[in-house]
């Protein structure tokens, strides 16, 4: 803790702050410490229990995947409200986890937004690498329905589904469009330049241009 306390930076702090996450430690710099501190179970634990973000992100670096049951990692992402940490935990931990398809199932039909968003990155992974026994269309379904005045946070990851629907699923294609352009979701969020734009179509254009596909 005095490590991350030592790393930390106000000007950091200050942009992560923007974007709903309270640490100011690079990250690269928390890369390098867990490089170092390499995995260690009861040492993960014990700065998640922490509360501190920093300590979290931290703990997600040098954790055992595998190792958290299912109830525990249902906790960990419930009380997870930095998207930084909420990111980090999704991708880097339930993802690993043998809990995953239980946990997505679950969380999908959550009525918290924050939770109902974990069910949905887990979805567009299996999206993209584990298609097979997904409903595209159901979710399809799904998605035009609520994705237009869900919060930010689910919206956002639903509309992370659609695009890698539309990417990857070339019959399904045109419907992921369609509902892109229909519902017009993240159509005007600005975009640096040389980066790709969030809005579905756009998204899906560059990614199958990219990949050379039609």
Not at 83 to 98: A, F
Not at 104 to 131: E, F, H, I
Not at 149 to 178: E, K, T, Y
Request: charged share 30%; net charge neutral.
């Amino acid at each position: 803790m005095a490590e991350l306390a030592a790393l930390d930076d106000p000007k950091a702090r200050k942009v992560n702050e923007r974007h709903g996450d309270d640490h100011g430690v690079n990250l690269g710099r928390l890369r390098a410490l867990a490089k170092r501190l390499k995995t260690q179970q009861d040492l993960a634990l014990r700065l998640w229990e922490t509360g501190d973000t920093a300590a979290r992100l931290l703990a997600l670096l040098i954790c055992r995947p595998k190792a958290f049951e299912r109830e525990r990692l249902d906790r960990m992402v419930r009380e997870t409200r930095a998207p930084k940490v909420h990111d980090w935990l999704v991708n880097y931990v339930v993802k690993k986890s043998p809990h995953a398809e239980e946990l997505r199932l679950a969380w999908l039909a959550d009525p918290d937004p924050v939770v109902a968003s974990a069910g949905w990155a887990l979805t567009t992974a299996r999206v993209a690498k584990q298609p097979e026994g997904l409903d595209l269309d159901a979710l399809l379904d799904e998605i035009e329905a609520g994705m237009k005045d869900a919060p930010d946070r689910l919206q956002w990851a639903m509309n992370h589904c659609l695009a890698q629907i539309g990417i990857d699923h070339p019959g399904h294609r045109a419907r992921a469009v369609g509902i892109g352009e229909r519902l017009e979701v993240l159509k005007d969020y600005p975009t640096a330049p040389g980066c790709t734009s969030p809005f579905a179509p756009t998204w899906i254009a560059e990614m199958v241009r990219r990949q050379g596909t039609s």
